[in-house]
């Protein structure tokens, strides 16, 4: 089975643009997680989306959001960009009922 | 608030030593509890889970954990390191009513000496 995919890897943007970073979970997996990683601040939840609903939110600002397909596969937006959104965006998905979360490889994000 | 904390930015061992990675969990009920590591440039792959069947919990590449509850520990070990086990650890915990919003402690750096 094919793991969690992230598209695209790598990112530049410019600070006050908005990004759009997608993510396609590991096939039967419904539920998909984002988490955000800093070297301040470590690995922190973003949302989480199960059947195209928002099941769960973090402690984040409303420029960002998310969404999930009828296919699972998921996308999360950053607008108007800051220096601090910079970092590793993860995206993990997990099967029906279970508990441990499968990580995709991450997309690095640079805001300048 | 449901807390992981990890003791110990930095662990060094030497090749054939015992690994030793510490990890308290904060919950008045017993969470769900995961190792991960992640190699440089790399996302999260999962060592192993404590789902409350078992307290011992053995896990790829030879690592195991406890779970001990009057402790409210998790800890990871492995008999003897390699030098491909250096990497960041990262214990995480979640509840029932929140499974998909995993909690992570600030990770554990592993390096192996030669």
């Known amino acids: 089975k094919a793991g969690v995919t992230q598209t695209p890897r790598y990112l530049i943007k410019t600070r006050g643009q908005q990004v759009t970073l997608s993510c396609s979970p590991i096939s039967g997996h419904r539920s998909v997680s984002w988490y955000q990683q800093t070297p301040g601040q470590g690995l922190q939840f973003l949302f989480e989306?199960?059947?195209?609903?928002?099941?769960n939110k973090g402690n984040f600002p409303g420029r960002f959001s998310g969404r999930q397909f009828s296919n699972s596969r998921s996308e999360m937006n950053v607008s108007t960009l800051e220096l601090g959104d910079s970092a590793l965006y993860l995206c993990a998905s997990r099967p029906g009922g279970m508990y441990e979360q499968y990580f995709g490889p991450g997309t690095r994000l640079t805001v300048t | 608030a449901q807390s992981v904390t990890q003791l110990g930015s930095h662990v060094s061992v030497s090749e054939g030593a015992l690994v030793l990675l510490r990890c308290n969990y904060s919950?008045?009920?017993?969470?769900?509890l995961f190792w991960y590591v992640q190699y440089p440039n790399q996302g999260l792959q999962l060592l192993l889970k404590?789902?409350?069947?078992?307290?011992l919990v053995k896990g790829i590449n030879g690592f195991e954990a406890e779970f001990k509850k009057s402790e409210t520990s998790f800890h990871l070990t492995k008999p003897s390191a390699h030098m491909s086990d250096a990497a960041e650890y990262f214990c995480a915990a979640s509840q029932g009513n929140q499974g998909g919003k995993l909690i992570f402690g600030q990770g554990t750096e592993l390096s192996v000496k030669p």
């Open positions: 404590y789902t409350s069947a078992a307290t």
């Open positions: 919950s008045s009920v017993p969470p769900y």
């Open positions: 989306y199960f059947s195209e609903t928002q099941r």
